[in-house]
């Protein structure tokens, strides 16, 4: 007599169970009961047919890549033979890696000037700099010890100059241009030829001619060494206003009002005094430059210094743009740092014990 397994609810389970012959032997009870009858002893019960039990599965081949004019590898110890040539080129790389990192230090401090050349321009000195200072006076003071240092450093003579590039724009004869503040603050007071001097000149017939003069004057110099300038609050640079082209380059620019109203205490604050354009270089012109100084001071100025710090490059704030100079420095007060975070400040101070030795020893052009 046989017996249905019929499960209630469980229509998925269609197979009958089998139950061994009247009077076939029963196999030695195992552990958990008794042992499984033989496949010999075992019928279907009646009206229904046995379950084909399944074959055996193949063994899953998984595809291979081929290399390009070469067959795929059918063979059964190809995976270990592709594992290891993939890791030849790691351990190729991983032992320059080695080279680089334990014996070019070793040549340059064996005094081969090549190697040091390398270690101490290409690695050292392409980083971004924040030198935070306690006040205006002392950020001016460590600027002018810097530009000071760096030109000495450079030993300019009569055939090899040392350009220093500045922010310019309005005309030559105005009071309040860049061109009277400089010579009454600055050029008058240090040895240097007036021919050597080029400023933007917003009062030329054709201003995009004088422009194009400007930075073809920049390419024959060789490029401008150290370029100085500051910001305006709306993160400006020179007189690329908010929204200017990132590669930029010098040309007449229409002057936003914030720009205008900051610049009005220079003309007894009369709005209708403020020139409302002028002749700048570009975000372009000063990314160019071997080398950038942007001055940065005073709690107004602080949500400025923070988009060019903390965050991302946006044409909005052109300042930003300098994040991805090689060499450029950030000087400013405490009050400038007020929009940072903390640690960004913290982080930036540690390093003043390393930014302090470029002022210090300050170099004289005659033991030069």
């Known amino acids: 007599m ?12 269609r197979s009958c169970i089998a139950v061994p012959q009247a009077g076939a032997p029963r196999a030695a009870p195992g552990r958990l009961g008794w042992g499984r009858p033989s496949s010999a002893s075992l019928r279907p019960c009646p009206g229904h047919t046995r379950p084909e039990l399944p074959r055996e599965a193949a063994p899953i081949s998984r ?3 081929a290399l390009p004019g070469r067959a795929p590898d059918s063979s059964g110890g190809g995976d270990a033979g592709a594992a290891g040539r993939a890791a030849v080129p ?16 070793l040549v340059a401090a064996a005094g081969c000037p090549g190697f040091k050349f390398v270690l101490s321009y290409k690695f050292l000195t392409a980083i971004m700099r924040l030198v935070i200072l306690e006040d205006y006076d002392q950020a001016s003071e460590w600027a002018a010890k810097y530009i000071c240092n760096r030109i000495i450093q450079f030993k300019p003579n009569q055939g090899r100059y040392f350009t220093l590039g500045l922010p310019t724009g309005l005309p ?6 860049y061109h009277s503040y400089m010579w009454n603050n600055f050029f008058k007071h240090i040895d240097i030829d007036p021919n050597n001097a080029h400023i ?22 060789g490029g401008i060494d150290l370029f100085v300038g500051g910001i305006g609050p709306d993160g400006h640079i020179a007189f690329n206003e908010p929204g200017s082209s990132l590669s930029s380059r010098t040309r007449l620019k229409t002057l936003a009002m914030d720009t205008i109203l900051a610049n009005a205490k220079y003309f007894d604050g009369d709005l209708s005094k403020v020139p409302t354009m002028a002749l700048t270089v570009g975000v372009g012109t000063v990314m160019d430059a071997r080398e950038v100084m942007i001055l940065i001071t005073g709690a107004h100025k602080a949500f400025a ?22 060499r450029t420095i950030f000087v400013c007060d405490e009050d400038a740092t007020l929009e940072l975070r903390v640690k960004t400040v913290k982080y930036f101070k540690g390093l003043m014990h390393v930014h302090n030795k470029l002022v210090d020893p300050l170099y004289s052009m005659k033991e030069n």
């Open 2 to 13: 046989s017996m249905c397994s019929a499960a209630e609810g469980l229509r998925e389970e």
């Open 63 to 65: 595809p291979r890549l």
């Open 90 to 105: 790691v351990l190729l790389l991983l032992l320059l890696f080695i080279f680089l990192l334990v014996l070019v230090p």
């Open 172 to 177: 030559r004869n105005h009071p309040e241009s």
């Open 200 to 221: 933007l000149d917003g009062n030329a017939p054709d201003l995009q001619a004088e422009c194009d003069a400007f930075e073809k004057k920049i390419e024959e110099a």
């Open 305 to 326: 210094l923070y988009k060019a710090i903390e965050e991302g490059v946006n044409h909005m704030w052109t300042v930003s743009a300098f994040q991805q100079h090689p």
